[in-house]
């Protein structure tokens, strides 16, 4: 049976390492590549209906920490997405894993641990580090992903468009949509979240950033 694999990662020599590391074992896989979050999102808004699973470095151009996540999900939720990133914090894996990843592979890993991760995910199931204790995250983590998870993808953009300090007229002229558009959009971010201004706002997309 051919898969077919998103890698979306800015380094060349990363993306040739998982293929080798996977080509050993599966020789029937086709391999599409991005090199930002947005040609990340292109490729797999036309190739839906055929891609098996997205690889996903958190840190890559115009992907913020998790919110790259959050938004794949968001959008194609029918679409498995696995992380892998440089961050092994465990407190970063497990609001990865919270927020719907299939698995989170640390780049530092050995090649043979990257064939394990991903035999394991391609046949369905999740993973992680050994040493990673999924129930550790707190109660306030647990509500701030709960209410992420309600935001459209178009709430997604505009959250992290209010986050870099963007004025709603801004925003409009990003998004090519009117200003009144997005007015409603953030007035409807507010009530999903549980917050009454921008600086509450930023502070959801903090809780997505990543250490670099």
């Not at 699973?53 to 696995?82: C, E």
């Not at 306030?140 to 459209?152: C, K, N, P, V, W």
Request: aromatic fraction near 4%; charged fraction near 20%; include cysteine.
């Amino acid at each position: 049976m051919k898969l077919t694999i998103l890698v979306a990662d800015d380094h060349p020599l990363f993306r040739a390492a998982l293929r080798e590391a996977l080509e050993e074992k599966h020789q029937q896989i086709h391999w599409l590549e991005a090199s930002t979050f947005a040609e990340c999102m292109a490729i797999t808004d036309a190739e839906q209906e055929h891609i098996d699973l997205v690889l996903l470095d958190l840190n890559m151009p115009d992907n913020n920490g998790l919110m790259g996540l959050v938004q794949l999900r968001s959008t194609f939720p029918a679409i498995a997405v696995a992380i892998v990133s440089a961050t092994d914090q465990p407190s970063t894996i497990c609001k990865a894993m919270h927020n719907g990843a299939l698995g989170y592979i640390p780049k530092a890993s050995s090649l043979d641990c990257i064939r394990q991760a991903m035999q394991t995910m391609l046949s369905g199931q999740r993973w992680v580090p050994e040493n990673i204790d999924l129930s550790s995250t707190s109660d306030t983590d647990h509500q701030a992903i709960g209410r992420l998870s309600t935001l459209t993808r178009q709430q997604l953009n505009v959250l992290g468009m209010i986050a870099k300090g963007m004025l709603n007229k801004q925003i409009a002229a990003e998004l090519n949509i009117k200003e009144t558009t997005v007015k409603t959009h953030i007035s409807e971010i507010f009530d999903k979240l549980g917050i009454i201004n921008r600086t509450q706002a930023a502070m959801f997309t903090q809780f997505l950033e990543t250490p670099q």
